[in-house]
């Protein structure tokens, strides 16, 4: 199995959860979300969660080198 494929059975995050992790207001993440620039998220029934290998993953590609 490929390890760069997150895994369907891995926990998603709740909209609260990635903002704490990202230290960023819940409101950020959607508008982020309505924006198209943040991490990947998943709208499952009426909630919205996010995998937190592809959260961590989005962060580590905002790196900037000088």
Do not use: H
């Amino acid at each position: 199995m490929d390890n760069d494929v997150p895994s369907r059975f891995e926990q998603l995050w709740t909209v609260a959860e990635a903002a704490a992790y990202l230290r960023v207001a819940v409101k950020t993440l959607y508008q982020w979300r309505c924006q198209g620039i943040g991490p990947t998220s998943y709208r499952v029934g009426g909630y919205l969660g996010y995998r937190p290998t592809e959260v961590c993953a989005w962060v580590d590609a905002q790196a900037v080198t000088t």
